[in-house]
């Protein structure tokens, strides 16, 4: 029986602790929340920050480990590629390739290296004035090794970027943030596979977003397949191999985002890991490629081959909606009954009635999610509507609670 090690235990890596399980594994997670959802379903959980490359890596050879897991979130990806170099675990990304993948510095230059299209940036440090500012406003202010759009902030000049910078500096351990251009644009995401240095897409969605005051791109849903995916699968494609080159990408997941707007494609950010939009539970159902099985598989006993269909996979089969759920703050007083509603056939909340919300500030604070699906796009936007009516009118938020 294998003994392994999962980064993160909540509610985006619950399938993945689930999974292995079902295979026989022995599952240690770290966390550094004591009642994570994830560590009631493990044999053994340590509280121990996934960011903490030292921590996790006293717990895996402690543990005895034969490998480790994430699922969803970017930052574990450094500490895996830290801890399975200094253990001798396989692992898709060495510990240097890995930070290529999660510093958001490295990452730029590396766009900039290679001439991958990007928005225009710069680094500054906490205290700066307003000539050291060679961009123009509206900016985005970023932590280079955060996620979940925490520390993202829109700032629309000096004083808003001041304001800004203490609390974008919240959610770093460097000693810079990233400053870029704001690119009014929509978003995409493209998910797929590496296997020998070949790529496989398997799903390209639209990633629909909204701000909350100054906190921007906290994704609501994804949209199968994306509006964009017809007349631009060519040009996505392309930019998808030639990141893959030039970053050097040798095998595992990928999860990249792109910007659309009037300047044509920009690349946000990319990702080597499955998207935390639970993509591991619809792109088996869009595509039929079970992507969580595929993670398990080629981390414990890959194969020396994998064969994709890659134009069979750009067949869409099916059209879908995945809701990421919010709620205004204050007191849940009622939650909505998802089960039932026409087109919804996964869907989990994460609350329940009596918990007090907190701000929406970032992606963290969903309360849950439903995926929807249909024939084509417009019962697919038909039933959306529907869905967002119901959910609406049954949610019930105390706002002084």
């Not at 829109?154 to 870029?180: C, H, K, Y």
């Amino acid at each position: 029986m294998d003994k392994v090690l999962v980064l993160g235990a909540g509610h985006c890596q619950v399938n993945l602790i689930k999974a292995l399980k079902q295979r026989g594994c022995t599952v240690v997670v770290a966390d550094y929340y004591e009642n994570s959802p994830g560590k009631a379903l493990a044999d053994k959980g340590h509280l121990v920050s996934t960011f903490d490359e030292e921590g996790v890596l006293k717990v895996a050879r402690e543990e005895g480990v034969k490998a480790l897991f994430t699922l969803g979130t970017d930052q574990p990806v450094r500490t895996m590629g830290y801890v399975g170099e200094k253990l001798g675990l396989r692992n898709f990304l060495t510990y240097d390739k890995a930070l290529d993948l999660t510093d958001k510095k490295r990452m730029k230059l590396t766009f900039t290296r290679h001439q991958i299209p990007t928005a225009a940036y710069q680094f500054i440090g906490r205290q700066i004035r307003p000539e050291e500012i060679h961009l123009k406003y509206p900016l985005v202010i970023k932590p280079l090794d955060s996620q979940g759009q925490r520390g993202v902030f829109l700032v629309r000049d000096f004083q808003e970027l001041q304001a800004a910078i203490p609390v974008s500096f919240n959610f770093t351990r460097q000693e810079e943030v990233l400053l870029e251009d704001f690119y009014p644009s929509d978003e995409i995401t493209v998910s797929g596979w590496v296997k020998d240095g070949k790529t496989t897409i398997f799903t390209v969605v639209d990633r629909e977003t909204f701000n909350e005051g100054n906190h921007i791109g906290i994704c609501r849903g994804h949209r199968y397949p994306s509006r964009f995916f017809d007349a631009m699968k060519d040009e996505i494609t392309a930019l998808t191999h030639k990141i893959v080159r030039d970053f050097e990408i040798p095998e595992g997941p990928i999860y990249f985002q792109f910007l659309i707007g009037a300047e044509g494609v920009k690349v946000n950010e990319i990702a080597a890991r499955i998207g935390g939009a639970y993509e591991d539970e619809y792109i088996p159902l869009v595509t039929g490629v079970d992507m969580l099985k595929l993670l398990i598989e080629e981390t414990l006993e890959p194969g020396e081959s994998l064969e994709f269909d890659q134009a069979s996979l750009f067949k869409v089969r099916t059209h879908a909606y995945i809701h990421l759920l919010f709620a205004p703050q204050g007191k849940i007083m009622a939650l909505p009954r998802l089960e039932g509603i026409q087109g919804v056939r996964r869907s989990r909340f994460f609350v329940r009635t009596g918990m007090v919300l907190p701000p929406i500030e970032n992606a963290t604070q969903r309360i849950g999610y439903a995926m929807v699906f249909a024939a084509d796009s417009r019962e697919l936007e038909q039933r959306n509507r529907h869905f967002m009516s119901v959910y609406q009118e049954q949610l019930e938020v105390d706002s002084e609670g």
